[in-house]
């Protein structure tokens, strides 16, 4: 079927176009890549170009962060601790 092998060969396209971008940015010190997108076009009939481009980035690990301190529950002031009343009316 020639459709399914149009498919394929343009699964292969941007993948072969995904790993040069990621060779491209490791060349340029990168170990990440951000904003990735594709982009093709027809260059003569029956053949398409497929274009991968995003930006090379460098993601280094952060200090981890200090544990949180241990939770306790807010104590209640005595001022709360008596049940709401609602006013008696009288003015």
């Known amino acids: 079927m020639v459709f399914a092998t149009y498919i394929e060969m ?6 072969t176009a995904f790993l040069r971008l990621l060779e491209h940015a490791a060349a340029a010190g990168g170990n990440a890549v951000i904003g990735i997108n594709f982009t093709g076009q027809e ?6 170009e497929v274009m ?3 930006t090379a980035v460098t ?6 962060a200090p544990a949180p301190a241990q939770y ?7 001022a709360y601790s008596q049940p709401f009343a609602p006013p008696s009316g009288k003015n």
């Open 52 to 54: 991968a481009y995003g």
């Open 10 to 15: 343009a699964e292969k396209a941007r993948e």
């Open 43 to 48: 260059i003569l009939e029956g053949m398409t």
């Open 72 to 78: 306790s529950a807010p104590q209640q002031s005595a």
């Open 59 to 64: 993601l280094v690990p952060t200090q981890q």
